[in-house]
């Protein structure tokens, strides 16, 4: 199994920066399958939405929301995400995941709140 552990989110005034980091944990098998890495979020009525996403190979999707203003990177056993310029839209709880070997794996998620 996989263990990811979220931290970095926070209360940040619109037009601020957070930055939310993941760290996995768990089987070795599990660990070196991890493919991708990547952050999920989830607003308050709304379904859970892809952020953004990177491959072993470093591949990166971005929402089209997210464009310009967040960046994706990772570690070892690690992904981050670099947030800059913060909209109240971007109010949520973000999950960190990964998929290793078909099995999908989740973080608790990590609460950010953007103030006007």
């Known amino acids: 199994q996989v263990q990811l552990v979220e931290s970095g989110g926070g209360l940040v005034q619109a037009g601020g920066s957070l930055r939310l980091s993941c760290a996995a944990s768990?089987?070795?098998?599990?660990?070196?399958?991890?493919?991708?890495m990547g952050w999920y979020r989830q607003a308050p009525g709304k379904q859970r939405e892809l952020v953004a996403s990177i491959t072993k190979g470093g591949m990166i999707n971005y929402a089209d929301s997210v464009k310009g203003r967040f960046t994706i990177s990772r570690g070892k056993n690690t992904v981050y995400l670099q947030m800059d310029s913060l909209i109240r839209e971007d109010t949520a709880v973000y999950y960190c995941?990964?998929?290793?070997?078909?099995?999908?794996?989740w973080g608790q998620g990590t609460q950010v709140t953007v103030s006007s």
């Open positions: 768990g089987s070795i098998y599990r660990i070196n399958g991890m493919d991708p």
């Open positions: 995941n990964t998929r290793s070997y078909g099995l999908d794996f």
